[in-house]
T-cell receptor, first 111, second 114 residues
Framework: GQQVMQIPQYQHVQEGEDFTTYCNSSTTLSNIQWYKQRPGGHPVFLIQLVKSGEVKKQKRLTFQFGEAKKNSSLHITATQTTDVGTYFCAGPGTNAGKSTFGDGTTLTVKP | DTEVTQTPKHLVMGMTNKKSLKCEQHMGHRAMYWYKQKAKKPPELMFVYSYEKLSINESVPSRFSPECPNSSLLNLHLHALQPEDSALYLC?????????????FGQGTRLTVV
């Protein structure tokens, strides 16, 4: 089935530093979604990207979808302690209704 | 109301017990999902209900039995579980069952099988 690979697995940053996580697929994705899961919490939808080359911003978060629609990234500018958690990308699966999650990138922020 | 509510939040059960997990949403979503999540791993899809019909079963063992009584409710019946089934069980819903629709997750049931 369709898989999305996510790197890095872990990222430790000092508060104020930037952070980026990358999601890659061997096949073209019709769309990609990003979720954030706080420690002990549940995944929360952040955004969906659909168009080739799309860039969307949410305050300090910037999401990009590659021109070939095979990769995506999430960049956080000037991290804060509230940014800690695991960020997952999710691509559409082979069946309608089935999303395939990447392995996630766990971000820790040192104050 | 943009919430997916799951009960119970925590459950400890023996391997011979029968229990049920419950999930409810009132957003008018027509697709509902059960996921299993082990520590430090991504959610793994178990079942998808679309318009109250089971549309995807990801080869889940029969000791897990889903049920969708109506468009707002989703149950997961558990019987004869194994310790390795201990995990966070997440319910989610989306407007439709098509891929690429935003999924709303419940807070999950943290299940421990002893």
């Amino acid at each position: 089935g369709q898989q999305v690979m996510q790197i890095p697995q872990y990222q430790h940053v000092q508060e104020g530093e930037d952070f980026t996580t990358y999601c890659n697929s061997s096949t073209t994705l019709s769309n990609i979604q990003w979720y954030k899961q706080r420690p002990g919490g549940h995944p929360v939808f952040l955004i969906q990207l659909v168009k080739s080359g799309e860039v969307k911003k949410q305050k300090r978060l910037t999401f990009q979808f590659g021109e070939a629609k095979k990769n995506s990234s999430l960049h956080i500018t000037a991290t804060q302690t509230t940014d800690v958690g695991t960020y997952f990308c999710a691509g559409p699966g082979t069946n309608a209704g089935k999303s395939t999650f990447g392995d996630g990138t766990t971000l820790t922020v040192k104050p | 109301d943009t919430e997916v509510t799951q009960t119970p939040k925590h459950l400890v059960m023996g391997m011979t017990n029968k229990k049920s997990l419950k999930c409810e949403q009132h957003m008018g979503h027509r697709a509902m999902y059960w996921y299993k999540q082990k520590a430090k791993k991504p959610p793994e899809l178990m079942f998808v209900y679309s318009y109250e019909k089971l549309s995807i079963n990801e080869s889940v063992p029969s000791r897990f039995s889903p049920e969708c009584p109506n468009s707002s409710l989703l149950n997961l019946h558990l019987h004869a579980l194994q310790p390795e089934d201990s995990a966070l069980y997440l319910c989610a819903s989306s407007r439709t069952g098509g891929s690429g629709t935003e999924a709303f997750f419940g807070q999950g049931t943290r299940l421990t099988v002893v």
